[in-house]
């Protein structure tokens, strides 16, 4: 079992910055990948960012690419989200999730998922 718990969103203007955290807890979180996903009100969970487990292999979204950089410090147990630039429609609740084995741009393929934190960017 795994826990994870979102923290660092907020409301920002446009063309601000937030940089959100995911603290794990629970079994053994070095070895598995994770990743970040977002949903806005009315729409389907979209697929943000992943790191495997030695932050080697990187994967974002064609949205926020450029804009956004996960990263993970496998020493606290923790994976973040570097957002800068935001915009209106980056307005969303974030999650982090992690599996075993390479990361994946799919919500289906992770076991195991925080409570999310809210991301609000005014125009």
């Known amino acids: 079992q795994v826990q994870l718990q979102e923290s660092g969103g907020g409301l920002v203007q446009a063309g601000g910055s937030l940089r959100l955290s995911c603290a794990a807890s629970?079994?053994?979180?070095?070895?598995?990948?994770m990743g970040w996903f977002r949903q806005a009100p009315g729409k389907e969970r979209e697929f943000a960012a992943a790191i495997n487990w030695g932050g080697g292999v990187i994967y974002y979204a064609d949205s926020v690419k450029g804009r956004f950089t996960i990263s993970r410090d496998n020493a606290k147990n923790t994976v973040y989200l570097q957002m800068n630039s935001l915009k209106p429609e980056d307005t969303a609740v974030y999650y982090c999730?992690?599996?075993?084995?390479?990361?994946?741009?799919?919500?289906?393929?992770?076991?195991?998922w925080g409570q999310g934190t809210q991301v609000t960017v005014s125009s």
């Open positions: 999730a992690t599996r075993g084995g390479g990361p994946s741009r799919t919500p289906g393929a992770y076991t195991y």
């Open positions: 629970g079994r053994t979180f070095s070895s598995n990948a």
